[in-house]
């Protein structure tokens, strides 16, 4: 079976075509830098180039599915529906993966299309950890989803097998940190904790999102004057490193102009490690210990000082950044940067989320759809 797994991201398009059987990648496709119609003039492209091979199935990654869709399901009308209703808790990802599903739709109507949900491998979130304490009759209406799952569920797997630990007692905390970032505590195999809630805004700070803020702060900006929909604007698309460096997201333009005196870099890239660090710390406490500490997205795949700069002063905690190997690591497979004595093992881990989505689209069942 064909697979084509395609995942919008904030910034990215990504997809793979996958030969189920043996995961052999028959083709791929990256787009860095697009947004909204650039994202559907995107997938329209690579549909075109994909006509050279036969697909049996495709999947969409999708962010947000809500409270009742979070397991993959064939797209349907009544899904299509309930995503248009969820848009006010992600109008970051929900239009444009709206947009790219009806492109598919038009341009593949006989093709399967299968939504594959961000927030499934968090279900296991216990209720202390998922439920916030807000004085309402039905607080589990506004469960904390958590989300970038798919890159959870793959990095959690690979280290299992790359390194033939077993799953059993296993304590691992896993870090994504690309356009949106978020943290998660994964014991045995299965997601305890997380940083995102019920929309991906809550959390570590993001490229153009705030992440945590003080709710009072959000009331005082609505008492100041501005509408809820400007600042929903100014949290998910004008804050985060963009919003404090003022010029730019990108580490590679960030790291450069912090090195050459930019005080608005410098200070971007501080508060953004410092809110690393302090949920790596309440990941650590929730899990009671950790064996691993798994990275992935591009921010750490692009920048051996930013990986460094997280584990600076934390000898204390078990880690110990092996500096050589951190220099040399690989962006495309699996490789440790912890030294041989670390307490808590140290690794590169790049999340194949279309690998995931592959898997995931080719076991579904089809009957009554």
């Known amino acids: 079976m064909n697979v084509l797994s395609i995942n919008p991201g904030s910034y990215t398009v990504k997809s793979k075509l996958i030969r189920s059987e043996d995961e052999q990648i028959l083709k791929e496709d990256y787009r860095y830098g697009v947004k909204g119609e650039q994202v559907v003039d995107a997938v329209r492209d ?45 109008p970051e990802h929900l239009p444009t993966a709206l947009a790219v599903i009806e492109t598919i739709q038009e341009i593949k109507p006989e093709t399967p299309l299968i939504a594959i949900f961000d927030t499934q ?106 509408s809820c929909d400007e600042v929903s604007a100014l949290l998910n698309q004008k804050s985060g490193l963009l919003g404090l460096a003022g ?29 690393c660090r302090r949920y790596l710390g309440a990941m650590l406490g929730v899990l009671g210990g950790c064996d691993a500490v798994l990275l992935s997205g591009g921010l750490v795949k692009d920048s051996a000082t930013f990986r460094a700069k997280l584990f600076q002063g934390l000898e204390m905690l078990g880690f110990q950044l092996d500096a050589e190997r951190n220099q040399q690591a690989s962006s495309k497979e699996a490789t440790r940067i912890s030294t041989e004595q670390s307490a808590v093992e140290i690794w590169m881990m790049p999340a194949e989320e279309e690998l995931e989505m592959a898997r995931e689209v080719s076991t579904i069942s089809l009957s009554g759809s």
Do not use: W
């Not at 896993?174 to 997601?191: D, F, Q």
């Not at 705030?210 to 004057?225: A, F, K, W």
């Not at 590679?252 to 410092?274: C, I, M």
């Open 46 to 90: 690579l549909l075109d180039q994909e006509r050279e091979y036969s697909i049996d199935r495709i999947g969409i990654r999708v962010v947000q599915g809500g409270q009742h869709h979070r397991n993959p399901e064939v797209v349907s009308a009544n899904l299509l529906a309930d995503l248009r209703d969820l848009i006010p808790l992600d």
């Open 121 to 226: 491998f968090h279900q296991t979130l216990p209720d202390a950890a998922a439920i916030y304490a807000i004085g309402v009759d039905e607080p589990e209406r506004y469960r904390r989803l958590g989300f970038h799952g798919l890159a959870y569920q793959y990095v959690s797997k690979e280290y299992f097998r790359v390194t033939q630990r077993l799953v059993p007692g296993s304590r691992l905390i896993a870090l994504h940190l690309g356009g949106g970032a978020s943290a998660c505590a994964i014991y045995e195999g299965k997601s305890i904790d997380t940083t995102m809630g019920l929309t991906p805004l809550e959390g570590l700070v993001m490229s153009t999102r705030s992440g945590d803020v003080d709710p009072g702060l959000v009331l005082q900006l609505i008492r100041e004057g501005r």
């Open 247 to 275: 010029f730019s997201a990108d580490i590679k333009e960030l790291e450069p102009a912090a090195d050459s005196g930019n005080e608005k870099a410098r200070l971007a890239l501080q508060v953004y490690h410092h809110r």
